[in-house]
């Protein structure tokens, strides 16, 4: 395969992979790496297939095609190829949580002479770094590097990058108590997206939804935390981002969790309202309060909303909508309307609990 139709079929797959038909973009890039005899180009389509697999959590085989890229930047005697390789491979040691070693990638990054992409990748490889030292919990470093690519994005009017740096920061302000910040950052970069990101892939609008959700929870507003969220998941269940997907359910349960603890409140509050309006013969206000604490019993069960049984009271598979809203899958398999039988939103592809 020559130089011309190696191109051709990189653009192929990079068409099907934007109409999300990403498993038929592997095999045409794959494809290529097997037959293309032009080092430029194999270069390029193992660039494509390392953000396609680490846009689907498969971070093993995201490695596995960057250190085939180090080698090829290698074969092609070329700094700017190089530079990029290396910054991939301390991605991807980033995403399998080898911190230590994406670390020591992005030092090799920063080491290499001057090239021309340096400018264009050097506020990546210190956002890389960050996300590393964050994960290694040394917080100075990580809002050092964190900072540095913040300021490499404002210098290159690089948009893109300072949304995923806002993101970041929401991250470590969360992680260091700061919420009112963990906040800020991410609806920063919300306001990014809405201002520039026309023509962005919506993973970035997934992304800062995600963190503002995580963000909003934190801050007790459970009801934004949930919009966040929903928001969140429908890209990451439109677009295959199941690391995405897996963080989402997890802020689920933690949003529930939440409100879980507010309604055991309100339980107590009315189980001690209920007490003091008995002991002062008050008993219009005393029925009045064990109305208020059934209810609130009731709302703390958890019943499949098609066939009315409880929920975790057997073993089950359960399915969850993009809506939040979860179900039997039994009940749902047999369901013939379109969209959440509780909200009536239209349904997207659901993810399994």
């Excluded at 990189?10 to 038929?24: A, D, M, V, W």
């Excluded at 969140?232 to 969790?257: N, T, V, Y």
């Excluded at 969850?320 to 009536?344: D, E, I, M, S």
Aim: proline letters at 2%; glycine letters at 8%.
């Amino acid at each position: 395969m020559g130089q011309d139709q190696t191109k051709q079929q990189i653009e192929k797959g990079l068409r099907l992979y934007q109409s999300n038909r990403t498993e038929k973009a592997l095999q045409v890039w794959t494809k290529v790496l097997e037959k293309s005899a032009d080092p430029a180009g194999r270069f390029r389509v193992l660039g494509c297939l390392v953000t396609a697999h680490s846009e689907m959590g498969r971070y093993r085989e995201m490695l596995k095609f960057a250190v085939v890229q180090v080698d090829t930047a290698r074969e092609l005697e070329d700094a700017d190829f190089l530079l990029e390789s290396y910054l991939n491979l301390a991605r991807s040691n980033e995403k399998l949580c080898e911190f230590p070693k994406a670390v020591s990638y992005c030092k090799t990054c920063l080491g290499l002479p001057g090239t021309r992409a340096g400018a264009r990748l050097g506020g990546q490889v210190s956002l890389s770094m960050g996300n590393a030292f964050l994960g290694l919990s040394l917080f100075q470093k990580a809002l050092e590097s964190f900072e540095k690519a913040l300021r490499y994005a404002h210098n290159n009017d690089d948009t893109m990058l300072e949304c995923r740096v806002c993101c970041s920061l929401g991250s470590f302000y969360a992680q260091v108590k700061d919420y009112e910040k963990a906040l800020f950052f991410p609806c920063k970069a919300a306001e990014l997206v809405n201002d520039y990101g026309k023509g962005w892939s919506l993973k970035y609008r997934a992304m800062s939804q995600y963190h503002m959700a995580v963000a909003y929870r934190l801050l007790g507003h459970l009801g934004s935390a949930m919009e966040c969220c929903e928001e969140s998941m429908k890209i990451a269940l439109q677009h295959g981002d199941r690391p995405l997907q897996a963080l989402c359910l997890l802020c689920f349960a933690d949003i529930h969790r939440s409100r879980g603890d507010l309604e055991l409140s309100q339980l107590r509050l009315h189980r001690l309202a209920e007490d003091i309006c008995r002991s002062k013969g008050l008993q219009r206000e005393v029925r009045a309060h064990v109305v208020r604490f059934h209810a609130c019993v009731e709302e703390t069960e958890l019943y499949c909303g098609l066939c009315g049984e409880a929920i975790g009271e057997q073993n089950g598979r359960l399915q969850a909508l993009p809506c939040a809203h979860l179900f039997h899958l039994r009940c749902l398999q047999r369901n013939v309307a379109r969209g959440c039988p509780n909200c009536r939103r239209a349904s997207m592809k659901p993810g399994f609990v």
